[in-house]
């Protein structure tokens, strides 16, 4: 054994008890704004706000509003596509909120925490803001009941640890019902991101999926798990039993203590950020992002900046618990800023990381 490998082994284990401490710390950690924008409310999510914005479906906000609030979530790397929403929702005559992880004081209203946990801060911010506080507490509610489950403490009967077990070695076919796409979509981000795994998600009609797929080579089905994510549908129910005789095995993943709607679906998607993170961990591999992620995210958002400090950015660090910051926004709000934000610039060598 090679002189670096306790090295490795711990660095391995403090990116992966690092990412298990945030997670532990998440429900109830956004302290943004909670008073309720004008209604209508529309939503787009680009970049890093993108997987928020489609569980956020589950409130039932339109895609545009040509009146009331627009929520316009974003990143750096995207941040001409967020331009572009926020300038078409108020020339159409809505109101843009802007909430990004980053960019030009003058362009973003809500700030919050950067990387994979994002999710939950995008969430947030717009089920209080477009009315929804009942939701939001019920949310935090049920992600805090899963922590106490999750945690790397309970060896035993550990939910996330046993599925991560269960995934271990497998590729994960992930199905859900139709009105319920988003959480394909979000155990995939998952999986990849932290668990460094390739998950299958199957949207649209199943039954031609799953009673076609593998037809042609049984053998695909081997070393294959379904994943049926939340409640089920009679479409939903019948793949299930084509798939029984096709693939490996099959797990329900329902919403933990009956929840329904978007705590629901934002509690199923911090239960997949558990299960991504014990599997990473079984894979000795850092749940941590990947550092090409990072470079091709700072590529796309153009990091760095003029040296006299004419362009000036803010963000939030990855996976930081820090509370949102809110003020009007213009550039103003970067010369009120305290000691406390000076490492908030997005100066790339200042970025804590996961």
Excluded at 286 to 292: I, K, L, M, Q, S
Aim: one cysteine or more.
């Amino acid at each position: 054994m090679s002189d670096s490998t306790p090295d490795h082994a711990a660095e391995f284990h403090a990116a992966s008890g690092g990412l298990l401490r945030l997670l532990s710390a998440l429900p109830g950690s956004y302290d943004g704004p909670q008073t309720p924008e004008a209604a209508p409310y529309g939503l787009v999510g680009v970049g890093e706000g993108t997987l928020a914005a489609h569980l956020l479906q589950a409130l039932a906000l339109p895609s545009l509003t040509r009146a009331g609030t627009q929520f316009v979530l974003g990143s750096p790397d995207v941040a001409a596509a967020a331009t572009d929403y926020a300038d078409l929702s108020e020339v159409a005559g809505a109101t843009a909120r802007r909430i990004s992880t980053g960019g030009r004081p003058g362009e973003i209203d809500v700030l919050v925490p950067g990387g994979p946990l994002s999710t939950y801060h995008f969430a947030q911010a717009v089920a209080y803001a477009s009315g929804h506080a009942d939701e939001a507490a019920q949310a935090d509610a049920a992600l805090a009941a899963l922590a106490l489950r999750c945690a790397p403490n309970v060896e035993e009967n550990n939910p996330a640890r046993d599925l991560a077990w269960s995934l271990w070695g497998r590729t994960p076919l992930l199905l859900a019902a139709s009105d319920a796409d988003a959480l394909p979509h979000a155990w995939q981000q998952l999986l990849a991101r932290t668990g460094k795994t390739l998950a299958v998600p199957l949207l649209g009609d199943l039954l031609p999926l799953v009673s076609g797929a593998f037809d042609a080579r049984h053998e695909q089905g081997d070393a294959k798990v379904a994943l049926i994510l939340g409640d089920t549908d009679p479409s939903l129910l019948l793949a299930r039993e084509v798939l029984d005789s096709r693939i490996d095995e099959i797990i329900h993943v329902p919403a933990p203590d009956g929840a329904q709607g978007y705590p629901a679906a934002l509690a199923l998607w911090y239960f997949g950020a558990w299960v991504a993170a014990y599997l990473a961990e079984r894979y000795g591999a850092e749940p941590a992002d990947p550092a090409v992620l990072a470079r091709a995210q700072a590529t796309l958002s153009g990091e760095g900046g003029s040296e006299d400090g004419g362009d000036l950015r803010l963000t939030a660090p990855r996976d930081d618990l820090r509370r949102t910051r809110v003020d009007d926004a213009g550039p103003d709000w970067a010369d009120a800023r305290d000691e406390d934000d000076e490492d908030d610039l997005d100066d790339p060598d200042d970025r804590e990381e996961d």
